[in-house]
């Protein structure tokens, strides 16, 4: 069995926010997480709110699946103290119980993220960025499933718009520069297709 991951967002006034995702392991368990600080009606699953970390998977999970139709967007996401990456790293190193409940945890009791993500200068230990990116053996681009507004989406455009929204950089959030960004001069949609 494959290994799929759907990432559900939906559209507000203020941007698009992801809702629900959904992971299947290749042991066949699903592991649902729904936004809020419980799953409240949803009984059994999991639960996230809307931090950096959860932003960093969601700008991640929509830059592998725009890859393959637009090798201008990078895979990866790199930063410095206080960037998306920078929260992404510290909760797969601390280990927070929300991304066991969204990714599950290996039989030696490892959380499963740890083989999702790859991750160069983990904690920022030696100077420069730390960059992380899906490790596309355990999770092809082809195994990410986006939904907006309850309708499945796969246009490279489409992903691009929800992105935009998501991959804001951080110093319009009040941390400082993330690079994968910047590399992407286009501020459009349509600009980042065009040749």
């Not at 996230?48 to 999970?61: E, H, Y």
């Not at 989406?153 to 941390?175: K, T």
Request: glycine share 8%; hydrophobic share 40%; proline share 6%.
């Amino acid at each position: 069995m494959r290994r799929t991951f759907e990432i559900h967002f939906f559209e507000t006034k203020s941007g698009y926010e992801l809702v629900e995702t959904r992971f299947r392991s290749t042991d066949g368990w699903e592991y649902r997480c729904v936004r809020g600080k419980t799953a409240g009606a949803f009984r059994g699953n999991g639960s996230f709110q809307w931090t950096s970390a959860v932003r960093a998977i969601a700008a991640l999970s929509l830059r592998h699946a725009i890859h393959p139709a637009i090798p201008s967007v990078p895979q990866y996401i790199s930063g410095g103290r206080a960037s998306l990456t920078a929260s992404l790293d510290y909760a797969i190193t601390k280990v927070p119980f929300w991304i066991e409940e969204m990714f599950g945890a290996l039989q030696n009791g490892q959380i499963a993220a740890r083989r999702l993500f790859l991750i160069t200068n983990p904690n920022q230990k030696r100077p420069g960025p730390v960059t992380i990116s899906i490790n596309a053996a355990a999770l092809s681009a082809s195994d990410i499933r986006v939904y907006l507004n309850g309708s499945e989406i796969s246009e490279a455009i489409a992903l691009v718009s929800i992105l935009d929204q998501i991959d804001i950089p951080p110093r319009e959030l009040g941390g400082t520069k993330q690079t994968g960004w910047e590399e992407r001069t286009a501020r459009t949609p349509e600009e980042v297709i065009s040749p």
